[in-house]
């Protein structure tokens, strides 16, 4: 089929890059030890840290988020160290799969797939480990494959309470610059993330966040490393440099999309991911489908799962979504294969987007014959209607009850 119009880009990331950040990238390469690309580094270097709230280092490397799970591991353990971990979809599968290939063990704790990490189970473990042989936690704070979130401030406090020296690990790729993320606050050791969700860049970046605790173990890691060395990264840093090539244009592009979110401010960002997400759920819910989550208090604000009905595969509904309409969303992933579609809302996205996303689904759903019921688009739009008349009427509340001075007006009655 022809399509027209912009392709819909609804998976949970890579994510729709705007227009800004692409016109940031289309710009000459600079020589990456010159005066002037050191200028660009220190400024994305200083931005960066005021997403993830932290007053540490941010390393930046140009890989995928998968190098920089690689990249904590490395920097922190030796080989036979342990590691406690907690199963809540696809992406702890694979975090711990990456610590057993260079030779850690790890103590998975097995999950549903429809929850966050228990708090209780983290404080369990800890205590029962009298020796501290656990030398850290590994925890996915925004499970993209399932849409559960794991409640990090919450883990930190039990971790504490154990009175455990072990370091906390955080996966941040689908939640940074989305959900809430405070790693200082929160005392996380290492935050990773990637660039191409909620920082609204194209895949090609990954980060880590470092706490003073976390470089004090770096210095007794006995793992082999060179590239993702946080020490050979952070001499050059310093001054606005690489140890080697970076992603000059990335880099770029990163600055732009920094500005972006401090124009709109965190807490509104935050703020409208959680909109969406709310939005995107009363849909769900008029349709009569099951959100993968089971507590609402773990919902995520960055991607909603959803399972089909019986007999009927996500992935002939997704392609037949794709071929009518030109929309893309997310596959279920590894044991949720052909049972559950991902709608992401996240990074660069607005009221009108999710309506038209929403849209593509309930259509989809017509003409895969997929057993649902009307309505879900209509309960959606009303949520956000009503979500900004909400908004409105505080401001306005605001307004009424805040000290000002009218301004002068002119013989015509203009404000001067």
């Known amino acids: 089929m022809l399509h027209t119009g912009r392709h819909f880009l609804q998976i949970p990331g890579p994510t729709n890059v705007p227009d800004r950040v692409l016109r940031a990238m289309d710009r000459p390469v600079i020589d990456h030890r010159g005066l002037e690309f050191s200028k660009v580094a220190v400024e994305v270097f200083e931005g960066i840290r005021s997403i993830f709230q932290t007053s540490g280092p941010v390393v930046i490397y140009p890989?995928?988020?998968?190098?920089?799970?690689?990249?904590?591991?490395?920097n922190l353990f030796s080989p036979g160290d342990r590691l406690l971990a907690f199963e809540t979809g696809h992406f702890s599968h694979l975090w711990r799969d990456v610590a057993l290939r260079m030779g850690l063990e790890v103590e998975y704790v097995?999950?549903?797939?429809?929850?966050?990490?228990?708090?209780d189970e983290v404080e369990?473990?800890?205590?029962?480990?009298?020796?501290?042989?656990?030398?850290?936690?590994?925890?996915?704070?925004?499970?993209?494959?399932?849409?559960?979130?794991?409640?990090?401030?919450?883990?930190?406090?039990?971790?504490?309470?154990?009175?455990?020296?072990a370091l906390l690990m955080v996966d941040a790729v689908s939640s940074l610059a989305c959900i809430d993320y405070r790693h200082?606050?929160?005392?996380?050791?290492?935050?990773?993330?990637?660039?191409?969700?909620?920082?609204?860049?194209?895949?090609?970046?990954?980060?880590?966040?470092?706490?003073?605790?976390?470089?004090?173990?770096?210095?007794?890691?006995?793992?082999?490393?060179?590239?993702?060395?946080?020490?050979e990264?952070?001499?050059?840093?310093?001054?606005?440099?690489?140890?080697?090539?970076?992603?000059?244009?990335?880099?770029y592009a990163l600055r732009e999309a920094l500005a972006m979110l401090q124009e709109e401010g965190?807490?509104?960002?935050?703020?409208?991911?959680?909109?969406?997400?709310?939005?995107?759920?009363?849909?769900?819910?008029?349709?009569?489908?099951?959100?993968?989550?089971?507590?609402?208090?773990?919902?995520?604000?960055?991607?909603?799962?959803?399972?089909?009905?019986?007999?009927?595969?996500?992935?002939?509904?997704r392609q037949i979504i794709l071929e009518n309409f030109d929309m893309s969303l997310g596959t279920g992933l590894s044991k949720l294969t052909g049972k559950v579609f991902r709608i992401g809302h996240l990074g660069s996205f607005n009221d009108l987007m999710?309506?038209?996303?929403?849209?593509?689904?309930?259509?989809?759903?017509?003409?895969?014959?997929?057993?649902?019921?009307?309505?879900?688009?209509?309960?959606?739009?009303?949520?956000?209607?009503?979500?900004?008349?909400?908004?409105?009427?505080?401001?306005?509340?605001?307004?009424?009850?805040?000290?000002?001075?009218?301004?002068?007006?002119?013989?015509?009655?203009?404000?001067?």
């Open 266 to 317: 965190l807490p509104n960002v935050f703020r409208r991911h959680a909109r969406h997400a709310e939005a995107a759920r009363t849909a769900v819910r008029a349709w009569g489908l099951e959100i993968v989550c089971r507590n609402p208090v773990e919902y995520s604000n960055s991607v909603t799962a959803v399972y089909m009905p019986a007999g009927h595969d996500a992935d002939h509904l």
């Open 184 to 231: 200082d606050e929160w005392g996380v050791d290492v935050t990773v993330c990637g660039s191409q969700k909620g920082l609204m860049l194209p895949p090609g970046l990954s980060f880590n966040a470092i706490s003073e605790k976390a470089l004090a173990a770096n210095k007794n890691a006995g793992m082999a490393r060179y590239y993702w060395d946080w020490q």
């Open 233 to 251: 990264m952070l001499k050059p840093n310093r001054m606005g440099f690489f140890p080697y090539t970076p992603a000059t244009n990335l880099l």
């Open 63 to 74: 890989s995928s988020a998968t190098g920089a799970w690689e990249a904590a591991l490395v």
């Open 124 to 165: 369990r473990r800890l205590s029962e480990d009298k020796n501290h042989a656990i030398k850290a936690v590994m925890a996915i704070h925004n499970e993209t494959s399932t849409g559960a979130v794991s409640n990090i401030a919450e883990i930190r406090r039990r971790m504490d309470a154990a009175r455990h020296p």
């Open 354 to 416: 999710l309506a038209g996303t929403l849209s593509g689904i309930e259509m989809g759903l017509a003409l895969a014959g997929v057993p649902h019921r009307t309505g879900g688009v209509t309960a959606a739009l009303n949520h956000l209607i009503g979500n900004l008349i909400g908004d409105f009427r505080e401001a306005k509340e605001q307004l009424a009850n805040s000290t000002w001075t009218a301004l002068p007006r002119s013989p015509m009655g203009q404000k001067l």
């Open 110 to 119: 097995s999950g549903d797939w429809r929850s966050g990490i228990s708090p």
